[in-house]
């Protein structure tokens, strides 16, 4: 049988709820607004003309509650909050609910880092009292932590402890379905899937003034690159390491064997194939590694020779028309393993991983397609094998279709960062024998990214700029 404690709003406290939920509007509006690189197979892979949709539509705010929420507790001593205007009620566990508590005895106020281990909170915890009120639920534990050392406060082995959620995190992405979690929490929505019609009209240009002095400007080219992957930032000096200003303004360079930066010029006896003149068909960098970087840079330098236009494709579009389409195909680059490696010189790097492949722990998308890189595939048949080239062949169909892909020839002083995990980049060929072609190169790993724009929108949320 449940227990129920119903709370009545007098009018002072309405006006705080009315403002709180003004506030709470606002950063979702802004939250709704940013989409993600990476998004959840389900969120992609929608059915044949149906529109990806945007997470966590039906999560109530206060603002449409009107009153306090009604707090239950079940007999398995669960806890239940009902408010007006949601879909249906919010289930909570108390051990999960005494794990998270938000307060400083729990959580270092300047490290922001938890102060006990999950696996110290007894599993017949329960709440002994619960309170609605304007700043969250209220609840004292009927236990205090197990196993606390000497080096801990003794009284967090003793009953009491006092924690406060607020709403936004019981009635929002804590308490709500994990896809509405991870919306809120790591601002994981989807992506605008383009092909060259619509990158032709929402291609982004920012000069790099706005770029590298402003956080609206820096804010734009990150949204940018969560929606559609490409931005192009123009007016960079053409010094030979001006690309580490751009990128350092995003995050830190990932260093590999090519140098912290490296040039892409036609050289003689190269040991990539991006350092010679020839047709470099679509593909992503660095699939050897165990960890490829999440964003690439290339800024020009130098570039009067005929040919060596670059062209951009994005991925996820050719894996949402595949499983459209080719379903069968689809299911065999998810689950069979592509061989890449890079054996040259003194390296010798190999990994392998599934052409598509599905996170749903991070409920991410990655796509993982680089021909010049791949090694001979290592299956057991010569049935998966004949499988995998058909799947592999329909979806190379896709990537190599012409209004599918965005074309540009780069100019001295544009620079172009683009998501290496997601947008597919080539070249075409060139005659370096009429002109100089020279740009400057540089990674920037994916969390490094996701910091900046998650910490820059939150700055943008709390009107700091």
Not at 104 to 119: D, F, G, N, V, Y
Not at 313 to 320: G, L, T
Not at 359 to 380: H, S
């Amino acid at each position: 049988m449940l227990r129920q404690a119903a709370i009545k709003l007098s009018a002072p406290l309405a006006a705080s709820v009315t403002r709180h939920a003004a506030s709470r509007t606002a950063r979702t509006a802004l939250h709704h607004a940013a989409r993600t690189l990476h998004t959840s197979r389900t969120q992609l892979f929608a059915s044949t003309g149906r529109q990806l949709q945007q997470i966590g539509q039906d999560k109530p705010s206060l603002g449409s509650i009107g009153s306090l929420p009604t707090v239950q507790l079940t007999k398995d001593h669960d806890i239940v909050i009902s408010a007006a205007g949601a879909s249906k009620d919010t289930t909570l566990n108390p051990i999960w609910l005494r794990d998270n508590c938000p307060c400083h005895e729990c959580i270092h106020p300047s490290t922001r880092q938890k102060l006990h281990a999950s696996s110290q909170i007894p599993l017949d915890i329960h709440a002994t009292s619960f309170k609605a009120t304007p700043q969250g639920l209220e609840l004292t534990w009927s236990k205090g932590l197990e196993d606390v050392g000497d080096w801990e406060d003794p009284k967090k082995g003793q009953p009491g402890h006092q924690s406060v959620y607020s709403w936004d995190m019981v009635l929002g992405s804590y308490g709500s379905s994990p896809q509405q979690h991870r919306s809120e929490t790591r601002m994981n929505h989807p992506p605008v899937l383009w092909d060259e019609k619509l990158m032709t009209e929402k291609v982004l240009w920012l000069d790099y003034k706005e770029y590298s002095e402003t956080e609206e400007g820096l804010l734009k080219a990150l949204k940018h690159l969560q929606d559609y992957g490409l931005v192009f930032v123009r007016g960079v000096p053409t010094e030979d390491q001006e690309v580490v200003k751009v990128a350092e303004r995003i995050g830190h360079l990932r260093e590999t064997f090519y140098g912290r930066t490296w040039d892409v010029k036609s050289v003689p006896d190269a040991k990539n194939i991006a350092y010679t003149n020839l047709n470099l068909g679509l593909h992503m960098d660095l699939l050897y590694f165990e960890a490829p970087p999440g964003l690439q840079l290339l800024h020009s330098l130098e570039n009067s020779v005929p040919g060596g236009t670059s062209i951009f494709m994005d991925s996820f579009k050719a894996v949402q028309l595949l499983k459209e389409e080719h379903p069968e195909d689809y299911e065999i680059l998810t689950k069979t393993s592509t061989t890449f490696h890079y054996r040259n010189g003194d390296h010798h790097l190999h990994f392998n991983r599934p052409t598509i492949a599905l996170d749903p722990y991070n409920d991410t998308l990655t796509v993982n397609y680089a021909p010049p890189f791949q090694g001979p595939l290592e299956l057991a048949t010569t049935e998966e094998m004949k499988a995998f080239y058909k799947a592999l062949k329909n979806f190379a169909g896709y990537i190599e279709r012409p209004d599918l892909q965005y074309r540009h020839t780069m100019r001295p002083g544009e620079c172009m960062i683009f998501a290496n995990r997601r947008v597919l980049h080539a070249r075409t060929a060139f005659d370096p024998t009429k002109g100089k072609r020279h740009l400057k190169g540089c990674y920037v790993d994916l969390d490094m990214f996701r910091d900046k724009y998650r910490t820059t929108l939150q700055a943008k949320l709390e009107a700091k700029f």
